[in-house]
């Protein structure tokens, strides 16, 4: 059974470019999480998704970053207009089952830098 | 306001000598405690969830324990490949958004 996957795990991009990050969630996880994990911080929660709805964005800045997880395919963090401040790791995480009594799988991450 | 710190920020450990680490919270309306592994470069790694107090879990040279307000990750008689970053995270409100600590970093040396 395949874990998490992310993918690209390593983006560059000039300031002003967008980014796409792409997670896959564990066969049978329909509950997506995405967080961020800027260098000495903890991971930091952005939004969570099931399929076709976005339950809670409350962590996800309100410019520039939109999230998305369609019917088919892969859940989307799309940040557009890429700033040095967005440098950092995001994950994501899936859940069979979207309650806070119930673990998350992460991915590997992908890695953001921003020239 | 929801906070899970974790102490010390960074262990260093000889090989076989036990320690612990603290995740204390202040989370209303805790549904789960959870801990993690993080290695470098890498995704966090689910090691142990906990939901009331008193429960202990173990998994080989960790266990881990809840009281009301805290947590425990005891580390016994650990090796160098113990060597990570642990992170505690809290679950709250009803579907799952995890309140994460900001880690232990553990290296233990042979």
């Known amino acids: 059974n395949a874990g998490v996957m992310q993918n690209p795990r390593h983006l560059v991009r000039r300031r002003g470019q967008e980014a796409r990050l792409r997670c896959s969630p564990m066969?049978?996880?329909?509950?997506v999480y995405w967080y961020r994990q800027l260098p000495e911080e903890g991971l930091k929660f952005m939004v969570y998704?099931?399929?076709?709805?976005?339950?809670?964005e409350s962590g996800m800045p309100k410019e520039r970053f939109s999230a998305e997880f369609p019917k088919e395919g892969p859940s989307i963090l799309r940040i557009q207009q890429v700033v040095r401040g967005d440098s950092a790791a995001y994950f994501c995480?899936?859940?069979?089952?979207?309650?806070?009594?119930?673990?998350?799988?992460f991915g590997p991450g992908t890695r953001l830098t921003v020239t | 306001e929801d906070q899970v710190t974790q102490s010390p920020e960074a262990l260093r450990l000889q090989e076989g000598e036990s320690s612990s680490l603290n995740c204390s919270y202040t989370v209303s309306g805790l549904r789960g405690l959870f801990w993690y592994r993080q290695d470098p470069g890498k995704g966090p790694e689910f090691l142990f969830t906990?939901?009331?107090a008193g429960e202990e879990k173990e998994k080989e040279r960790l266990k881990a324990t809840l009281t009301k307000k805290e947590s425990f990750l005891h580390i016994t008689a650990p090796k160098p490949e113990d060597s990570a970053t642990y992170l505690c995270?809290?679950?709250?409100?009803?579907?799952?958004?995890?309140?994460f600590g900001a880690g232990t970093q553990v290296v233990v040396t042979p």
């Open positions: 995270a809290g679950g709250t409100d009803s579907w799952g958004k995890f309140q």
């Open positions: 906990l939901y009331s």
């Open positions: 066969k049978g996880h329909s509950h």
């Open positions: 995480a899936s859940s069979p089952r979207g309650l806070a009594d119930y673990e998350q799988y």
């Open positions: 998704l099931q399929k076709e709805n976005i339950i809670d």
